[in-house]
């Protein structure tokens, strides 16, 4: 039994660096053809010059909604399709998120962002659950987590329409690693499932600046990669820019992730505000 168990990790591993090669291989691709499309000789979108970096940080205020069915194709159970309050799961979350980009020829940016989504919960349960091959009675009390991170890597081509707006064009891949957990102790019954997905991603931004310390910017990032899964995120803010290289800033983000792979099916959705720092050198 354990030989098999080992054969199937293996096999899922390879899968999943499969799909990730595929994905880097679609973004390098698209990266190379946007930037044979885009001339390199447009003005300047960058104070820094021909090379800088860019650190931003703050504080996520998440709200959670979605569903999700976890199944095992051994066990011949039909999987429950849970929304997070079905086990407990909290809705409202504050979480850090970071992100930093370096600069390159004026106008192309490589940037990097990471966000977590963490969140736990308990409940009695208030219907029979059927997890990952498990059955969760009715009046159960159990306790859940569920742990999301997202790794974006993005490559954006900038040019100015005026001197008061500029767009973008981009290409890259979001790396997404979830795992489930629901414990059960009065039934003995604890399960946890993973799910690894590599989205590619294309997108577009559009910054306008009104006044010189001013800026507001809008974005919109996704693919699909068929039955598997998609991934989309629209963010649209503000910045500021406090004092020398310091700058505020405060968005609204919306996160959409949905995957339908190793026996996981769902939706997720993340959206809420985010407020912090920028500093560029």
Do not use: W
């Amino acid at each position: 039994m354990s030989m098999l168990s080992s054969v199937q990790r293996t096999f899922n591993n390879n899968k999943f660096l499969k799909l990730f090669c595929s994905s880097i291989k679609f973004s390098a691709f698209a990266g190379l053809l946007l930037a044979s499309f885009l001339s390199l000789n447009m003005p300047k979108a960058y104070a820094s010059g021909v090379l800088g970096a860019e650190v931003k940080g703050g504080a996520y205020f998440q709200n959670l909604s979605g569903h999700v069915a976890v199944g095992n194709s051994a066990s011949g159970l039909v999987p429950t399709n849970i929304t997070p309050s079905d086990i407990g799961l909290q809705t409202t979350k504050t979480e850090p998120m970071f992100k930093a980009a370096f600069l390159i020829l004026y106008d192309n940016r490589i940037s990097f962002t990471y966000v977590p989504y963490v969140y736990s919960g308990s409940k009695i349960l208030s219907q029979t659950v059927y997890f990952n091959g498990q059955t969760y009675t009715a009046s159960t009390p159990i306790t859940s987590k569920l742990d999301l991170y997202s790794y974006k890597l993005f490559y954006t081509h900038n040019f100015s329409i005026n001197r008061y707006a500029e767009i973008g064009l981009g290409v890259g891949v979001n790396v997404i690693t979830a795992k489930a957990e629901l414990d059960a102790p009065s039934q003995s019954i604890f399960e946890s499932k993973n799910v690894n997905l590599p989205i590619p991603i294309i997108g577009g931004r559009i910054k306008i600046s009104p006044l010189n310390d001013i800026s507001l910017v809008g974005k919109f990032q996704g693919f699909t990669i068929g039955s598997k899964g998609y991934y989309y995120h629209i963010n649209a803010g503000v910045n500021y820019k406090a004092v020398g290289p310091l700058s505020v800033f405060a968005d609204y983000v919306y996160d959409k992730v949905h995957v339908n792979t190793n026996n996981v099916d769902g939706s997720l959705a993340f959206d809420g505000p985010e407020v912090g720092l920028r500093l560029r050198f």
